[in-house]
């Protein structure tokens, strides 16, 4: 008889686990930035090396002088976006995959002394896989020198 209710009290007790309702992982959430003080890179296109050919834009210059970057690794699937806002002239963004671009944006800013306000003046939102592993790039086109780029996403 013993047996008989410990059996029991097992199956219920693995039926009771089995029924239970499985803890969803909690989305994880990312926010940070990076920056530096960089100067302008307003590259034309040259012979033998126009803009976009080798590197794009402003990442034809030189790292820690004309742009900075930052290494980022998705914690599970989401989508990340990588902003700046609230300069002065023009600055650009891209998200590398290795030497590759995955995604840019290089929009023409507002001109220095007119009202109009873009907020923000450069984004991306870019969809990465679990473990991903992109560089995150800000660069000054032909801007102030502080170069500050935000990004965050939620990643399951």
Not at 30 to 57: E, N, R, Y
Not at 120 to 127: D, K, R, T
Request: net charge negative; with cysteine.
């Amino acid at each position: 008889m013993r047996k008989l209710i410990a059996v029991a009290a097992a199956l219920g007790l693995v039926a009771s686990l089995s029924a239970a309702p499985a803890f969803a992982a909690k989305p994880k959430k990312v926010h940070d930035s990076f920056g530096a003080s960089l100067a302008p890179f307003p590259k034309l296109a040259a012979a033998g090396d126009p803009v976009g050919l080798t590197k794009p834009g402003c990442t034809a210059g030189q790292e820690g002088v004309h742009w900075v970057a930052h290494e980022f690794t998705a914690p599970g699937k989401g989508n990340l976006r990588v902003y700046m806002e609230g300069f002065t002239g023009d600055h650009d963004l891209y998200i590398f995959d290795g030497d590759a671009p995955l995604y840019r944006s290089e929009g023409g800013q507002v001109p220095v002394g007119t009202t109009e306000v873009a907020a923000p003046e450069e984004e991306i939102v870019a969809p990465l896989k679990k473990g991903q592993t992109v560089t995150l790039v800000a660069c000054n086109w032909l801007g102030q020198p502080d170069v500050v780029a935000h990004y965050e996403g939620t990643f399951k």
